[in-house]
């Protein structure tokens, strides 16, 4: 490694490279991929599927991630690491012709910008920190998308994608990589502490036969759900059997927003999305969006029982801390509470809604969702105003979760579908749960939690099918 040629060219803070130029991704490959370059290639491709025609590459950038690698690992070994990292940025637009004058000052545009990513002076593990948005086939359903921020020459940018880093393979493996995208996740979506590769390294306990911190050899699933508590996101722990169960476990949290880890077949990695797609023989099924940190982001799973790592033995599920209802519980709470009104009533509305639940034209849908912005959205996901203005007096825990009676043939096209819903406190306790608020078409339900009793608010206005609060596109392909 040549710590001159690393640091750039003395004046010079980066580079621009036309990506039209036959042979340009090919030069950052055989610059920047070195021993691993796989995991390069991969984004680059993706980028320029994305359409970028160029890269500016920011040359000696002090990136949090690798520094604290750095201090905490390599600036320990016999061989000599460079102590800063470049970082790769991608525009779908061509190079400024103001690039060529000197006299004028060049700016990019920042609604071409796609995203970025470090690379490390790792010759073994050459892919840092990686926020790049997803390909446009994928994008709607990607539930786990966050907004980051970033600064080239002073200028701020932003993107929006899934956190990815590919594992350095001495001071983390892929669990390590796994829940740093996570925690990198939270970080950047619910303002949760950030926490650096050394730290997530530090959290997970040393012992139970698996050798040494550092080099890491790798992680036990007990290890890591003790290290996603350290780090502030108690986890729920699912052994799973067979690709039913991955779905109805870990569709609600992806639509909730939240990443999913799966461990099988000598591997860990993070699920941030699904698509449902159609079978040609009219069946539904899933296809899964993993964070694969061996070969690159937005990798498409098309079936969990033949996959390269099945069989998928476990999903961790990290939350926010004040989390403590899982959402299969909720939702059959949800579910159950609904039925019962609708069974309970004599409207001719509500038995015809029950009906279609009967007939599975209805099916429910689980979603966690901060309550301050289930509120705020009601009226722009089609609530009527007063019905709207109820459900914002009532008290509701900070997360919610939210059971929606989804209209099936709606849901599957991408239309607006939701019929009625049930809403959950995620801080209840385990053996008296009650659902805070539900409703079904003109009636709506409030649980008094300091009075232990309900306030039925009935004859209210109609309102059409809402839209679905889960992030990932129901809309089937």
Same mark, same amino acid.
């Given at each position: 490694?040549?710590?001159?040629?690393?640091?750039?060219?003395?004046?010079?803070?980066? !580079?621009?490279? +036309?990506?039209?130029?036959?042979?340009?991704?090919? &030069?950052?490959?055989?610059?920047?991929?070195?021993?691993?370059?796989?995991?390069? !290639?991969?984004?680059?491709?993706? /980028?320029?599927?994305?359409?970028?025609?160029?890269?500016?590459?920011?040359?000696? @950038?002090?990136?949090? +991630?690798?520094?604290?690698?750095?201090?905490? #690992?390599?600036?320990?070994?016999?061989?000599?690491?460079?102590?800063?990292?470049?970082?790769?940025?991608?525009?779908?637009?061509?190079?400024?012709?103001?690039?060529?004058?000197?006299?004028?000052?060049?700016? #990019?545009?920042? /609604? =071409?910008?796609?995203?970025?990513?470090?690379?490390?002076?790792?010759?073994?593990?050459?892919?840092?920190?990686?926020?790049?948005?997803?390909?446009?086939?994928? !994008?709607?359903?990607?539930?786990?998308?966050?907004?980051?921020?970033?600064?080239?020459?002073?200028? $701020?940018?932003?993107?929006?994608?899934?956190?990815?880093?590919?594992?350095?393979?001495?001071?983390?493996?892929?669990?390590?990589?796994?829940?740093?995208?996570?925690?990198?996740?939270?970080?950047?979506? @619910?303002?949760?502490?950030?926490?650096?590769?050394?730290?997530?390294?530090?959290?997970?306990?040393? *012992?139970?036969?698996?050798?040494?911190?550092?080099?890491?050899?790798?992680?036990?699933?007990?290890?890591?759900?003790?290290?996603?508590?350290?780090?502030?996101?108690?986890?729920?722990?699912?052994?799973?059997?067979?690709?039913?169960?991955?779905?109805?476990?870990?569709?609600?949290?992806?639509?909730? *927003?939240?990443?999913? %880890?799966? /461990?099988? *077949?000598?591997?860990? #990695?993070?699920?941030?999305?699904?698509?449902?797609?159609?079978?040609? =023989?009219?069946?539904?099924? %899933?296809? #899964?969006? !993993?964070?694969?940190?061996?070969?690159?982001?937005?990798?498409?799973?098309?079936?969990?029982?033949?996959?390269?790592?099945?069989?998928?033995?476990?999903? %961790?599920?990290?939350?926010? $801390?004040?989390?403590?209802?899982?959402?299969?519980?909720?939702?059959?709470?949800?579910?159950?509470?609904?039925?019962?009104?609708?069974?309970?009533?004599?409207?001719?509305?509500?038995?015809?809604?029950?009906?279609?639940?009967?007939?599975?034209?209805?099916?429910?849908?689980?979603?966690?969702?901060?309550?301050? &912005?289930?509120?705020? +959205?009601?009226?722009?996901?089609?609530?009527?105003?007063?019905?709207?203005? %109820?459900?914002?007096?009532?008290?509701?825990?900070?997360?919610?979760?939210?059971?929606?009676?989804?209209?099936?043939?709606?849901?599957?096209? *991408?239309?607006?579908?939701?019929?009625?819903?049930?809403?959950?406190?995620?801080? =209840?306790?385990?053996?008296?749960?009650?659902?805070?608020?539900?409703?079904?078409?003109?009636?709506?339900?409030?649980?008094?939690?300091?009075?232990?009793?309900?306030?039925?608010?009935?004859?209210?206005?109609?309102?059409?099918?809402?839209?679905?609060?889960?992030?990932?596109?129901?809309?089937?392909?």
């Amino acid at each position: 490694m040549n710590f001159h040629a690393w640091a750039g060219s003395p004046g010079e803070p980066g !580079r621009v490279l +036309d990506l039209r130029v036959p042979g340009a991704l090919d &030069d950052l490959v055989e610059h920047y991929g070195a021993v691993q370059p796989d995991v390069l !290639r991969e984004i680059l491709s993706q /980028a320029y599927r994305l359409g970028a025609q160029m890269a500016v590459v920011e040359y000696r @950038y002090l990136d949090p +991630d690798y520094r604290n690698e750095h201090s905490r #690992f390599y600036s320990g070994t016999f061989r000599r690491y460079p102590s800063v990292a470049h970082r790769i940025h991608f525009w779908s637009a061509p190079p400024p012709e103001e690039l060529d004058d000197p006299h004028r000052p060049a700016t #990019f545009p920042a /609604a =071409d910008y796609q995203g970025y990513t470090v690379i490390r002076p790792v010759p073994g593990a050459p892919i840092g920190r990686t926020m790049l948005q997803p390909p446009e086939h994928l !994008r709607p359903y990607i539930g786990c998308l966050s907004l980051d921020e970033t600064n080239l020459f002073g200028v $701020k940018y932003r993107v929006r994608a899934s956190p990815f880093t590919a594992q350095d393979a001495q001071l983390g493996v892929c669990a390590h990589a796994s829940l740093w995208e996570i925690a990198y996740y939270h970080h950047l979506e @619910y303002q949760a502490p950030r926490y650096l590769p050394g730290e997530i390294t530090d959290a997970a306990p040393a *012992g139970a036969g698996v050798g040494r911190p550092t080099p890491s050899l790798n992680l036990t699933v007990n290890q890591l759900v003790e290290a996603s508590r350290i780090i502030g996101l108690p986890c729920l722990l699912y052994r799973i059997i067979g690709s039913a169960q991955v779905i109805r476990l870990a569709c609600p949290y992806l639509n909730s *927003g939240i990443p999913v %880890i799966v /461990a099988g *077949g000598g591997h860990a #990695f993070t699920l941030v999305g699904y698509q449902p797609i159609r079978r040609r =023989d009219g069946s539904k099924w %899933i296809q #899964f969006i !993993r964070q694969d940190d061996e070969v690159g982001p937005y990798q498409e799973v098309n079936n969990v029982d033949t996959d390269d790592y099945a069989p998928w033995m476990y999903l %961790i599920v990290p939350l926010p $801390k004040k989390v403590y209802l899982s959402g299969e519980k909720a939702e059959a709470l949800g579910i159950q509470r609904l039925r019962a009104d609708l069974s309970e009533s004599s409207v001719g509305e509500h038995q015809r809604l029950l009906e279609r639940v009967n007939a599975q034209e209805v099916k429910f849908r689980t979603t966690l969702v901060r309550s301050n &912005d289930f509120k705020r +959205d009601l009226i722009d996901r089609g609530l009527e105003e007063l019905t709207a203005s %109820i459900y914002r007096r009532i008290g509701m825990s900070k997360w919610i979760w939210v059971v929606e009676a989804t209209a099936v043939a709606e849901r599957d096209e *991408g239309s607006d579908c939701v019929l009625a819903e049930a809403v959950i406190d995620s801080t =209840d306790h385990l053996r008296d749960l009650n659902v805070l608020a539900r409703r079904i078409p003109q009636t709506l339900y409030q649980w008094l939690p300091d009075e232990d009793q309900h306030q039925v608010f009935r004859e209210l206005p109609e309102s059409p099918p809402l839209r679905c609060l889960a992030r990932v596109s129901q809309r089937v392909t």
